[in-house]
């Protein structure tokens, strides 16, 4: 299997939504929300945007403080967590306004209940103005929302929805390696196996190769497979 991001399109959307916060008009907020199921691929197509714009990506914890979380920033942005809040508050900003660094913030729901925590990062934002983004499940828009001055100032939305037929036909033709290739019908019966999520895709994708490999086939069939399960104990062609 490559080690590849395929282009589907919860990936395209999270480019887009990442292009509109940092080419934003005057006036307009800067922060995003992407959300969704576990599962996804929220958290790679994420890590794989931070790379490209030399951004700064940290995850919140269930037993985070603001000096806790401000701490991980600073690490990440190469320096010793220092004292006092406010001392990082100042590096951070500092450094995000000079190098126009983002911050991308995952596991972002355990930010909902601790109403410092998210002061802390809406003051990130205001003093700087460079796009902040968080990356949370299914329910963290409904959560935010009772958050009236976090809420204004996010701009751009995207939920992650389940890869349809079109996503797993991609993703296998960007990570399936050695020219092999995945008969449509056999993606679909995947897909469905593993209600659209992503991470399960992938790994039944690895499996699909890895029959192809023992069997020396360079298009694997519904047929091929046969009714093995994509996770699991497998069976080779005969």
Not at 24 to 40: C, D, N, Q
Request: with cysteine; charged share 25%; glycine share 8%.
């Amino acid at each position: 299997m490559k080690a590849i991001v395929a282009p589907v399109k919860n990936v395209i959307a999270t480019q887009n939504a990442f292009d509109s916060l940092y080419n934003r008009s005057y006036g307009v907020p800067g922060i995003g929300l992407i959300h969704g199921p576990t599962g996804f691929g929220k958290t790679t197509s994420v890590a794989y945007l931070f790379n490209q714009v030399n951004g700064v990506l940290v995850r919140a914890r269930a037993n985070d403080t603001s000096s806790s979380l401000l701490g991980r920033i600073v690490s990440e942005l190469g320096a010793q967590p220092m004292s006092r809040n406010a001392r990082m508050v100042d590096y951070i900003i500092e450094q995000m306004s000079m190098y126009e660094r983002p911050l991308f913030i995952d596991e972002a729901d355990y930010l909902m209940g601790d109403i410092k925590l998210l002061e802390s990062i809406r003051d990130l934002y205001d003093a700087t103005e460079v796009p902040v983004v968080l990356i949370g499940m299914d329910q963290i828009a409904k959560r935010i929302s009772s958050r009236k001055q976090f809420f204004n100032r996010i701009s751009e939305w995207v939920e992650f929805r389940p890869a349809d037929l079109d996503d797993v036909i991609v993703m296998a033709d960007c990570m399936l390696a050695g020219g092999i290739r995945a008969e449509a019908e056999l993606l679909e019966q995947l897909r469905q196996a593993a209600c659209g999520e992503m991470r399960r895709i992938t790994i039944g994708l690895a499996q699909i190769e890895k029959l192809a490999r023992a069997n020396d086939l360079d298009v694997v069939t519904l047929e091929h497979w046969g009714d093995q399960p994509f996770h699991g104990l497998r069976r080779q062609v005969a």
